[in-house]
């Protein structure tokens, strides 16, 4: 056989195995979506004559360290982890391919999703004032938080009068010659809420 026939045959036959290698198309999760379940049903498309499928996941906190590394086989078109992707926020790198000798490394990929299982954090409620001499702000605990930001605004200039953390439902105020905003906002750990804000008047 002419030597350019077998060239021609080689390369047809390796330009075949880079197809079957080549990433398959992800149906489920949406690339560059953000999904709130740690161990995510990973679907694609079924490639005509694969019977199996190699599935690389790298999770990280987004620039930062690796949290979790799979690399599995399968005979499905979908996947769901054996083990958490995180235990709150991670950026996800996800490849699945044909499972041949030469698959692409997922190491130059971009993130494909992100998830976020960070604990919420709700607004304080029922916010009040009490004590005329030594004012104290009382407010019902938010479901979650470990403690409270407390801050006193100048309701004329919005100066920072004061501002400290407590762990419990409640926090001396100071006793100004002038009307406040009062600013109370939960922390979850390292999870920030919404303030809840209320009205000192002028201490007399």
Request: aromatic fraction near 6%; proline fraction near 8%.
């Amino acid at each position: 056989m002419p030597r350019f026939v077998l060239a021609l045959a080689a390369a047809c036959s390796l330009a075949h195995a880079h197809a079957e290698c080549a990433p398959v198309e992800i149906l489920d999760p949406v690339r560059n979506s953000t999904i709130h379940s740690a161990r995510p049903d990973i679907r694609w498309g079924r490639l005509s004559g694969v019977k199996a499928y190699r599935v690389q996941i790298e999770s990280r906190v987004p620039e930062g360290q690796v949290l979790e590394r799979i690399d599995a086989r399968v005979g499905d078109t979908r996947f769901v982890p054996p083990r958490p992707l995180t235990d709150r926020r991670a950026a996800v790198k996800l490849l699945v391919t044909a499972d041949c000798p030469e698959s692409t490394s997922i190491a130059a990929h971009p993130a494909w999703f992100f998830i976020d299982i960070a604990p919420k954090c709700s607004a304080v409620r029922g916010l009040s004032f009490s004590g005329e001499s030594a004012p104290k702000a009382e407010w019902l605990r938010a479901n979650g938080a470990t403690r409270y930001e407390v801050e006193a605004y100048s309701m004329a200039d919005g100066r920072l009068i004061t501002r400290n953390e407590t762990t419990l439902p409640s926090s001396d105020l100071p006793r100004v010659a002038a009307a406040l905003v009062i600013a109370v906002r939960p922390r979850c750990e390292s999870v920030v809420g919404e303030a809840a804000y209320g009205f000192l008047p002028a201490s007399r």
